[in-house]
Nanobody, 116 residues
Framework: QVQPVELGGGLVQSGGSLRLSCTAP????????MGWHRQAPGTQRELVAR????????SYADTVRGRLTISRVNAKNTVYLEMNSLKPEDTAVYYC?????????WGQGTQVTVSS
């Protein structure tokens, strides 16, 4: 069973930085669009950032544009989310997903907590 694995969450102060990574063994990684989503308690899961299979196209939620950067290294089967200028409202569980056609795989998530 394919399940992406996220790493890099933790506790950081407001204004700080974190880098998340996600690997997805068992799939042809270079063929998949990769995304980062997040879910805070009591809210719906929301898309944070997405990157095309070749890495040439990215999109971001308005709330994170300019602070978070998604990137990927297909040779390493890894997608990253560089997070800067973090705010308490960025606190959430961050999930990686892999999308190709009708196939979609989700990781179990990693907690990011930003203290004020």
């Amino acid at each position: 069973q394919v399940q992406p694995v996220e790493l890099g969450g933790g506790l950081v102060q407001s204004g700080g930085s974190l880098r998340l990574s996600c690997t997805a063994p068992g799939i042809t990684f270079r063929s998949y669009t990769m995304g980062w989503h997040r879910q805070a308690p009591g809210t719906q899961r929301e898309l944070v950032a997405r990157i095309s299979s070749g890495g040439g196209g990215t999109s971001y939620a308005d709330t994170v544009r300019g602070r978070l950067t998604i990137s990927r290294v297909n040779a390493k089967n890894t997608v990253y989310l560089e997070m800067n200028s973090l705010k308490p409202e960025d606190t959430a569980v961050y999930y990686c997903n892999a999308l190709y056609g009708s196939s979609i795989y989700w990781g179990q998530g990693t907690q990011v907590t930003v203290s004020s």
